[in-house]
């Protein structure tokens, strides 16, 4: 019986008698089969790592990842990476000694995963990488990546600034958290385009961590720097965007007008502010992503994963100043 079928007939079971079962435990892989000493059935155990909780995005996926596995039926451990990759590594190390049926990772950066892939892939643990993208030398040591197409977004941001200002503007640019694979992609997306527009300069770049708080800080010192040649702020995320309109603003300029931003994801706090005309543009990443992992989990804990593709992107829409106020209360993070 595979996992998901013996899930669904426990469900069945517990509803049928209207017990009530107060906590599931899982003895790893293929346990499900197998009814507990109390006679129950444990549900899949799935070990999630994430990287932390940096900026409004992040939290928008956790709670879809969480959502998502309760109305699924797993029983999801949570680990935050606390933005450090060793954290991370070692959670993984984790799961995969406990035995977990499943692991969803959402890499803090692109290398260095090859190792602990391995020990998941020795114990048949498959890995579903989630959101950010690794390079690891063997593509089997994951099952699939469902994830936001970063470097799309990217070009989206440039091509969507070359015909705001008709393709001549000095940016300073706030890159994510160096190694991240959406950094690395939303800086070459971007670069790739204005590379026909001469017009179009990156005067200074820094990373601000995807953090609001590093953002404002980034953005304080690149004002002291070039002052009044920056027409353009590019930052790879929302929050950090945020944190520069602080900045920009004590510096006694106004945002979205004096200075120009575009950033990327989409979330709440951005559409407030190009709804008080603050920041010009957003391109969306859409953070909830739960829904789709666990529809692949489901997949994949059933050894239904011939129709599986390695890459799976989820499409992103730019929104601006002007279409802002008609989508803000259609907004779902
Ligand atoms: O853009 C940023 C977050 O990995 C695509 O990580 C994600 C990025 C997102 O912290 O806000």
Redesign the pocket.
């Known amino acids: 019986m595979n996992r998901k079928l013996s899930k669904l007939h426990f469900t069945l079971i517990v509803m049928l008698l209207g017990i009530v079962v107060g906590c599931s435990s899982s003895k790893g892989p293929q346990s499900d089969d197998v009814a507990d000493a109390d006679g129950s059935q444990s549900v899949p155990v799935i070990g999630f790592v994430q990287t932390g909780a ?2 409004d ?2 939290k928008a996926h956790s709670e879809s990842v969480r959502d998502a596995a309760k109305a699924s039926g797993y029983d999801l451990r949570f680990a935050d990476g606390q933005g450090k990759q060793e954290n991370q590594i070692k959670a993984l190390s984790s799961f995969v000694a406990q035995g977990v049926d499943g692991i969803i990772l959402s890499p803090l950066v692109e290398t260095g995963w090859d190792n602990v892939l391995e020990k998941a892939k020795k114990r048949d643990i498959p890995v579903l990488i989630l ?2 993208q690794v390079d690891v030398k063997d593509d089997s040591l994951y099952v699939t990546y469902i994830g ?1 197409d ?1 470097y799309n977004e990217g070009r989206l941001a440039a091509e969507w600034l070359i015909e705001e200002t008709g393709g001549t503007a000095k940016v300073v640019e706030l890159q ?1 958290t160096p190694g ?1 694979s ?1 950094t690395i992609n939303r800086f070459k997306g971007f670069r790739d385009v204005i590379a026909d527009h001469s017009g179009i300069e990156i005067i200074a770049t820094q990373s601000g961590d ?1 953090r609001r708080s590093k953002g404002k800080e980034v953005m304080e010192a690149m004002l002291k720097k070039h002052g009044d040649d920056i027409d353009v702020v590019y930052a790879h ?3 950090m965007a945020i944190g520069a309109i602080q900045a920009i603003e004590d510096a006694g300029k106004k945002p979205g007008d004096d200075i120009i931003l575009v950033s ?2 989409g979330v709440r706090g951005a559409f407030e502010a190009m709804v008080e005309g603050k920041l010009n543009c957003t391109v969306e ?1 859409n953070p909830l992503q739960g829904p789709m992992a666990f529809e692949a989990m489901d997949k994949i804990l059933a050894g239904d994963t011939a129709d599986i593709p390695k890459k799976q992107m989820i499409k992103d829409e730019v929104y601006d100043r002007d279409t802002a106020k008609d989508v803000i209360d259609s907004r779902k993070y």
């Open positions: 940096e900026s995005w992040r959101d950010r936001a970063t994510g991240a959406p995807f995320n929302d929050d990327i994801d990443c």
